[in-house]
């Protein structure tokens, strides 16, 4: 396990984008977003979870409820570093992972990150049953996340 915290996390994506000069800034939406996408691609590729919390599947696609907690803005309004008052600097390998992932998704919108989790495998497979608008608190699994992930980075 790791005692990496989302918030450390959603932190350092916060700063990534504000240190560079974004068509979008980092919205609450988006960090969301960027965060599964972090945690899925630590599964698959460092054989890890990159934080301890879970990811929960709502209906606006996944969400870590405790980042959520903390950015506390409306879900297209930018979210500040200052948001994250007790985050802790991630490791050089964790900033370095993060940045990567960064890099690989910062040219899409807020609502095109959600629009692609709604079409992959983790978010369907924990909505199951569930109306497209239906609220849910349901776990994406690390499992169901290292599967999809791994088989991305196969192809």
Do not use: N
Request: aromatic share 10%; proline share 5%.
């Amino acid at each position: 396990t790791t005692s990496v915290h989302a918030v450390d996390v959603a932190r350092h994506f916060v700063e990534l984008g504000a240190a560079e000069d974004e068509p979008e800034m980092v919205s609450h939406l988006r960090l969301q977003k960027l965060l599964y996408y972090a945690q899925g691609w630590s599964l698959a590729l460092r054989d890890r979870a990159m934080f301890q919390d879970e990811i929960e599947a709502w209906a606006d696609g996944p969400v870590v409820r405790t980042v959520y907690r903390a950015a506390c803005t409306p879900e297209l309004s930018p979210v500040s570093a200052a948001a994250f008052p007790t985050s802790v600097p991630l490791s050089r390998e964790d900033a370095r992972f993060v940045a990567r992932v960064w890099q690989s998704y910062k040219p899409y919108s807020a609502i095109s990150l959600r629009d692609m989790t709604h079409s992959e495998a983790p978010w369907l497979d924990a909505r199951d049953g569930l109306d497209s608008h239906a609220r849910s608190t349901r776990s994406i699994s690390h499992s169901s996340m290292k599967a999809y992930f791994r088989a991305l980075s196969t192809r």
